[in-house]
């Protein structure tokens, strides 16, 4: 492979990084400190970027995509990243969104895709339950055939941002009395719709970005079923694969790495400073390295998969970046040290006056944080079994 970029993409990236900088600096800063507003910051960046094109790039080219290759699209998420520009809503984006333009009527699109690359509506996703989180084929929220609607009851957990958003793509069993993955559809909710419940999960690290969902009696008209009945796993397999190509976050392990570097030669020692030790260098070595060989498998996966069928060795991205996202989290705390224990909060008066003391004091809740990223997206026992499977033929 060719790991040098050619004329053409350095071109190209000059032009993304002229439309990037249209994004609001304050918001930038905001993101890079770890002091995002939410919704407001998220709506606000995906809205500049859809306006120049740069929202939904991988969607068909109809609904706003962009015939580009696989290395265009890497070098978009790394200029974003190191823009310090928020990542698009993964719900809208890399999720429902190519889920509805593959599988979903020509109603469904018109009505939903052009508001989904906008975030006229926000999107969170209705998946996993509290039995059935990596099994995700063991769910148990049912939705039962009504006349024209179907009557949804259950259960969904870890609804991640869920209390932003308008609606939620869920999936429930239309079929008890077939094999567990044969029986599931996928359907699209308005979160307005009588007989849902949602609540506050509060995390480790204090904040409450999850929730759960509780569906009672809920009736969803039978039109904004995704696809067939009993085709939903067909449909969230397809959504896994592009969500698990994301999950690998290459340009924002980078970000952090050359956080932790900055921050260590900060830090001094009896022969210098933390970055002098060999010992620590060696350490960052070893990531760089180990993400380096995650990002050319990132983009053999990707261009792989240009066909839009699922390619199982995604798997394996999911895998080894949350591992790395979770070294490079646990390497800014080691280098924070004793200085991150105040964890409570950060002093001052807005994200340009973040300093070393600050990123100390994030470094602990965001390594907590990170914990989620080895679950969300099939967790990485899963992962492993698919590669297993799927990937070496076991």
């Not at 490079?328 to 040290?337: F, N, P």
């Given at each position: 492979?060719?790991?040098?970029?050619?004329?053409?993409?350095?071109?190209?990236?000059?032009?993304?990084?002229?439309?990037?900088?249209?994004?609001?600096?304050?918001?930038?800063?905001?993101?890079?400190?770890?002091?995002?507003?939410?919704?407001?910051?998220?709506?606000?960046?995906?809205?500049?970027?859809?306006?120049?094109g740069?929202?939904?790039?991988?969607?068909?080219?109809?609904?706003?995509?962009?015939?580009?290759?696989p290395?265009?699209?890497?070098?978009?998420?790394e200029?974003?990243?190191?823009?310090?520009?928020?990542?698009?809503?993964?719900?809208?984006?890399?999720?429902?969104?190519?889920?509805?333009?593959?599988?979903?009527?020509?109603?469904?699109k018109e009505?939903?895709?052009?508001?989904?690359?906008?975030?006229?509506?926000?999107?969170?996703?209705?998946?996993?339950?509290?039995?059935?989180?990596?099994?995700?084929?063991?769910?148990?929220?049912?939705?039962?055939?009504?006349?024209d609607?179907?009557?949804?009851?259950?259960?969904?957990?870890?609804?991640?941002?869920?209390?932003?958003?308008?609606?939620?793509?869920?999936?429930?069993?239309?079929?008890?009395?077939?094999?567990?993955?044969?029986?599931?559809?996928?359907?699209?909710?308005?979160?307005?719709?009588?007989?849902?419940?949602?609540?506050?999960?509060?995390?480790?690290?204090?904040?409450?970005?999850?929730?759960?969902?509780?569906?009672?009696?809920?009736?969803?008209?039978?039109?904004?079923?995704?696809?067939?009945?009993?085709?939903?796993?067909?449909?969230?397999?397809?959504?896994?694969?592009?969500?698990?190509?994301?999950?690998?976050?290459v340009?924002?392990?980078?970000?952090?790495?050359?956080?932790?570097?900055?921050?260590?030669?900060?830090?001094?020692?009896?022969?210098?400073?933390?970055?002098?030790?060999?010992?620590?260098?060696?350490?960052?070595?070893?990531?760089?390295?180990?993400?380096?060989?995650?990002?050319?498998?990132?983009?053999?996966?990707?261009?792989?998969?240009?066909d839009?069928?699922?390619?199982?060795?995604?798997?394996?991205?999911?895998?080894?970046?949350?591992?790395?996202?979770?070294?490079?989290?646990?390497?800014?705390?080691?280098?924070?040290?004793?200085?991150?224990?105040?964890?409570?909060?950060?002093?001052?008066?807005?994200?340009?006056?973040?300093?070393?003391?600050?990123?100390?004091?994030?470094?602990?809740?965001?390594?907590?944080?990170?914990?989620?990223?080895?679950?969300?997206?099939?967790?990485?026992?899963?992962?492993?079994?698919?590669?297993?499977?799927?990937?070496?033929?076991?």
């Amino acid at each position: 492979m060719q790991l040098e970029f050619s004329p053409e993409e350095q071109a190209f990236r000059a032009e993304i990084q002229t439309i990037l900088a249209k994004v609001p600096q304050d918001l930038r800063d905001r993101h890079a400190a770890g002091k995002m507003n939410y919704p407001e910051d998220i709506v606000t960046a995906c809205r500049v970027l859809n306006e120049h094109g740069l929202a939904v790039p991988h969607w068909p080219l109809e609904w706003g995509g962009k015939d580009w290759t696989p290395i265009q699209h890497h070098i978009l998420k790394e200029e974003m990243a190191l823009a310090h520009i928020p990542e698009t809503l993964a719900f809208n984006h890399s999720m429902i969104g190519p889920v509805i333009a593959h599988f979903g009527s020509q109603e469904l699109k018109e009505r939903f895709l052009a508001k989904t690359a906008n975030v006229d509506i926000w999107w969170c996703q209705g998946f996993s339950e509290p039995e059935a989180g990596s099994d995700l084929a063991s769910l148990k929220t049912k939705a039962v055939r009504d006349g024209d609607h179907y009557v949804i009851n259950g259960q969904k957990t870890w609804t991640t941002l869920g209390q932003f958003a308008d609606w939620i793509f869920v999936l429930a069993r239309t079929n008890p009395d077939v094999k567990k993955q044969a029986g599931i559809s996928m359907f699209l909710v308005d979160l307005n719709t009588p007989g849902i419940q949602m609540r506050p999960i509060q995390l480790i690290d204090g904040g409450v970005e999850v929730n759960e969902v509780f569906f009672e009696d809920v009736r969803v008209p039978a039109e904004l079923m995704v696809g067939e009945e009993n085709s939903g796993w067909t449909q969230a397999k397809f959504l896994l694969g592009n969500e698990r190509v994301g999950i690998a976050r290459v340009a924002e392990t980078k970000v952090k790495l050359a956080k932790a570097k900055k921050l260590a030669g900060e830090v001094k020692t009896a022969t210098g400073t933390l970055l002098d030790d060999p010992q620590f260098s060696a350490r960052i070595a070893g990531l760089e390295n180990d993400l380096l060989a995650l990002e050319v498998t990132q983009l053999r996966v990707v261009a792989s998969s240009a066909d839009g069928k699922p390619n199982p060795a995604s798997s394996l991205l999911k895998l080894r970046g949350s591992q790395l996202q979770q070294e490079a989290t646990e390497l800014l705390a080691d280098i924070a040290g004793p200085d991150s224990l105040p964890a409570l909060g950060i002093d001052g008066d807005g994200p340009a006056d973040i300093d070393a003391a600050d990123w100390a004091q994030l470094s602990v809740p965001q390594y907590l944080n990170y914990r989620k990223v080895s679950i969300y997206g099939g967790s990485n026992e899963v992962q492993r079994q698919i590669i297993e499977k799927a990937v070496l033929g076991l």
